[in-house]
C-alpha cells in the first residue's frame, strides 16, 4: 500500500522522540530503530521494547549479549524521559516516566475530534462491499461482507481518502431466467401483492426443486434468460420489479446496520460494455475460442470465461468491465473488493486478466473473509432453502437483548431504542472482533455477554463512563495536576495513548479485529481503574474525571470506526 502518514498522535511521537534519542547513543539508523520498536506483549516489560535479532544479524553477535551491551550504552547516557531500561531475551524494554505520559496525554486530547493523521498522498478508494443478489434474502454471510466492508470505509477516511462505497448487485444471470419462469408460472398461488419478496424467495427454492426432477424446466429457464439479454421488454419490467422489491428488502437491513452505499451499479449496468471488453481483448490477441466458448488463457489457473458456448455473457466479464470503469470513469487509484474466501480463485483471474490488457491490476485488492459457522448448521445455500437470514440474526439479536432489559432494567427508558443499538452492536462486534480472514463461530451466549469478549461489554463501559460525568458539575479540565498517579492510573493512560497505534495497524493490515481487540482491552482497563477508585470521591477528582471523560472519548471514536452504536443508557 502506498501511503504517507505525517503528523501521527502522541503515541508516535513517543516512538519517534525515542528512536531518535537511542539513535544518537546506538549510531544506528533512527528510521531502522523506529520500525522495530514494539510493544511488549506482557504489560510489567515495559512500555515499549527494541528487539536486537535484526540489528544483531548485521553486526553478526549474539543477540543477547548485544542487548545488554547496548542497554549498557543506553543507561550511561539516558535519556530523561526514561525511567527504567532492562532487557530480557534478546530485547531491550523501556519504562518511560510518569509524568512524561501524562503530558503526552493531554496532547492527544488538544486534538480536535481525535484527529492524528493527515496523509499526505491522499487516493480515491473504490470500495466493493455486501453486493446481495436479487430476489434472495440476504444471508448470514453478506453480515460479514456489510460490517467488515463498512467499518474499512471509516478507518480509509480516517486517513483522508476520499471513498467511494459501491454495491455490485448481482441482478443478471441465468438465475434470472430460472426466476422469470417460475414467476410466470406460479405466482399466483403466492400472496406476491402483500409478500412481495418473499415470494420471490420462494418461487427460485421451488423451481431448483422441481428441476431436479425435471431437467427440462432448466432449458426453458435458459431460453427466457437469453430473451431478457436480447431485449424482450416484457421480461425487462418483470426483471426490473424483481430488482426494486430487493433493493427495497436490502435497504431495510442496512438501514439496521447504519450502512448506505454511495453507487448502486449492479451487474447489468456492465452489459452495455460487453462487446467493448470483446475488442479490447481482441485487439491484444487474448481472447480465444475453447469448446464453443470465448475465454482468457491464463497461466496458472484456469481460463477467465467471457462468452458462453450459447452467446450469453458472464459473471468474469461484468467483473472485468466493472473494473475498467471504476478506474477509467470512476477514476478510482484502489479498486478494493470485500468477498468470501471462495472467490479467491475467481478475483485472481480477473486480476490477471487486467494484467495482460495493461491495466493496473496491481490496484486492485481482494479482501476476503472467512465463513460464519452456527452450531449444528453447515454451509448456506439458498436455493436449497437452508440459509440463516441476516434478517432473522438481527431480529433475534434484538429479541434477546430486550428480554435481558426487562430482566434487568425493566424501567430503563427508551428500551426499544437501547435493545436495537445493544443488539446490532453485539452482532457487529461479534464479527469484527474476529480476523477476517478466519472462519468465525458464531454463539449467542458468547455474542451478548455483558461481562466478556463482546459489544455489550464495551457499550456498557461507555455508558458507564456517561453516567458518571453526568453527576460533574462545571467543566472538565484539560490538562492534569502534578499529584502522583497510582499503577492503575498510569496503565490506563498508556491504554489510551495507543489508540492511535491501534486505528493505524487496523488500516494498514485491513484487520479491524485489530481496534475492535484494542476497545476490548481499554475497557478491561477501565473497569480495573473503576473498581479501584472512588471517583467522586476522591481528592484528586479533577484528574480522575479527565481520565473518565477521556475513556469516553476514545470508546465513542473506536466504536464510531467500526459502525457499532454508543446507547447513553444500558
Known sequence: MSFSIKDQGSFSQIKKELASSLSQILNLEEKDIYSHLEQPIQKKHGHLALPIFPFSKLKKQNPKELAEEMALQIKKKKPPTLETIETISGFINFHFKKNYIKSHLEKLLSKKNLAFFKNSNQEHWVIDFASPNV?????????????????????????????????HLGDWGSQFGKLLWAYQKWHKEYDFEHNPFETLVKLYVRFHKEAEQDPKKLKQATDLFQKLEVGDSVLEKLWEKFVDLSLKNYDKYWKYLNVKHDLVLGESFYRKFTEDLKSRLKKKNLLE??????????????????????????????????????????????NIYITGTDQKLHFKQIFQTLKKMEIPSE?????????????????????????????????????????????????????????????????VFNDLINDRIKDVDFDWNKV???????????????????????KVKGDIKKTFSKEPFTEEEMNLIWLLLIFEESVLQSFKHFKPHILARYLLDLSRGFNRFYASERILDSNRKEDLILLVDTVRRILHKGLSILNVPTPSAM
Do not use: W
Open 363 to 427: 490496484n486492485c485488492l481482494h479482501l476476503s473473509f472467512g465463513m460464519y459457522r452456527f452450531k449444528g448448521e453447515g454451509k448456506m445455500s439458498t436455493r436449497k432453502g437452508q440459509s440463516i437470514y441476516l434478517k432473522d440474526v438481527i431480529q433475534q439479536a434484538i429479541e434477546r437483548v430486550q428480554k435481558i432489559i426487562e430482566e434487568r432494567r425493566p424501567q430503563l427508558d427508551n428500551k426499544d431504542k437501547i435493545a436495537k443499538q445493544v443488539g446490532i452492536g453485539a452482532i
Open 448 to 470: 451478548l455477554d455483558f461481562e466478556g469478549n463482546s459489544g455489550p461489554f464495551v457499550q456498557y463501559t461507555h455508558v458507564r463512563c456517561l453516567s458518571l460525568l453526568k
Open 135 to 167: 430476489a434472495k434474502y440476504m444471508n448470514i454471510g453478506h453480515l460479514r461482507a456489510t460490517v467488515i466492508g463498512q467499518a474499512l470505509v471509516n478507518l480509509s477516511r480516517q486517513f483522508d481518502h476520499k471513498v467511494t462505497t459501491l454495491n
Open 289 to 334: 475460442k475453447s469448446e464453443g466458448a470465448e475465454v482468457v488463457f491464463l497461466e496458472d489457473t484456469p481460463p477467465c470465461l467471457i462468452i458462453k458456448s450459447d452467446g450469453a455473457s458472464t459473471y468474469g466479464a461484468r467483473d472485468l468491465s466493472s473494473a475498467i470503469y471504476r478506474f477509467e470513469t470512476l477514476k478510482a487509484d484502489k
